[in-house]
C-alpha cells in the first residue's frame, strides 16, 4: 500500500492562553512544529526529504500554507526540508547568523558526543559525513540576537541560543511555549539534557537563558515535551 508512506498525523499541545495552537508533524525524523494563530501559521524544524510527502499530506489536509520556515539550527535532519518549502509554498526561511552560510551549502558538520556512547556514534557518523547532506537553502532572514515573529502573524521571538550548534534559536510563543530544537531532548529517560553538543558550556548559558524566557513548557527536537521543573533540576545539576 503506497499510500502508507504518506500518513502523517499533527498532535496537538493545548493552545497557549492567547489562543496559539502548536502541532507536533509525526512521524518524522525530528520534531516538525507547525504553529498557526488567525489563519496564519509557520513551521519550525523540518524533518529530511523522505518526510517531504507527510509534510505535505499533513498540511493539505488542515489547509495550512507556511508562511515561514525558522530553523532551531541546520543540522541535517532539521534543515532538510528548508528549501523545498521555500519553493513549495513561498515560504520565508530564518536561521541564526552562526548557521546562515552552512544552510547555503547543505552541509553542516555533526557535534560531539556528551555522554559516552554518544562520543562513540559520533566517531561512527562522521565516517558517514556526506550522507548528512541536504538540499541547500539560501534564508531569506538571518539574524543575531533576537527575531520577531510578529511579522508572520505569530505572538513570539525567537532567540539565539548556541551550545548544540553554533547557530541554535529557541523560539518563544506567547511567552508560554518554548521550542528548543536540540538543545533540549525529550527522548532520553530522566533527563532532558542533549546527548550531542558542540560546546556544553555554552549550551548551560543557553539553558539559564531558555529558562529565563518564564515558559512553563520546552518543546524539544526529538521526543516529547519537557516541563519548566524538569529543565530546572537539570540545570541545577549541571551548572
Ligand atoms: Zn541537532
Not at 32 to 37: E, L, N
Not at 129 to 155: K, S
Request: with cysteine; glycine share 10%.
Amino acid at each position: 500500500m503506497k499510500h502508507e508512506y504518506y500518513l502523517s498525523v499533527m498532535i496537538q499541545i493545548p493552545d497557549t492562553e492567547k489562543g496559539t495552537r502548536i502541532m507536533r508533524l509525526t512521524p518524522a525524523r525530528c520534531n516538525i512544529w507547525v504553529v498557526t494563530r488567525n489563519d496564519r501559521t509557520i513551521i519550525v524544524d523540518t524533518g529530511i526529504s523522505f518526510d517531504r510527502s507527510r509534510i505535505e499530506h499533513a498540511l493539505e489536509r488542515k489547509g495550512l500554507i507556511p508562511e515561514a520556515v525558522i530553523l532551531t539550527h541546520t543540522h541535517f535532519d532539521h534543515a532538510g526540508n528548508a528549501a523545498w518549502l521555500q519553493a513549495e509554498y513561498g515560504a520565508e526561511v530564518v536561521v541564526q547568523e552562526a548557521e546562515s552560510a552552512m544552510l547555503a551549502t547543505g552541509d553542516m558538520p555533526i557535534p560531539n558526543g556528551t555522554y559516552t556512547f554518544t562520543r562513540g556514534l559520533v566517531g561512527i557518523g562522521r565516517k558517514m559525513q556526506p550522507v548528512f547532506r541536504y538540499d541547500p537553502c539560501v534564508a531569506e532572514h538571518v539574524f543575531t540576537d533576537q527575531f520577531d515573529l510578529n511579522r508572520f502573524g505569530i505572538n513570539g521571538f525567537i532567540i539565539h541560543t548556541p551550545g548544540h550548534s553554533p547557530g541554535g534559536a529557541t523560539v518563544v510563543i506567547d511567552d508560554e511555549i518554548a521550542i528548543a530544537g536540540d538543545s533540549v531532548i525529550g527522548t532520553m529517560p530522566g533527563s532532558p539534557f542533549p546527548p550531542f553538543a558542540d560546546d556544553v558550556p555554552l549550551l548551560l548559558t543557553s539553558w539559564k537563558k531558555i529558562i529565563g524566557t518564564g515558559c512553563r513548557s520546552f518543546l524539544p527536537g526529538h521526543g516529547k515535551q519537557v516541563s519548566r521543573e524538569e529543565m530546572i533540576n537539570e540545570y541545577e545539576k549541571r551548572k
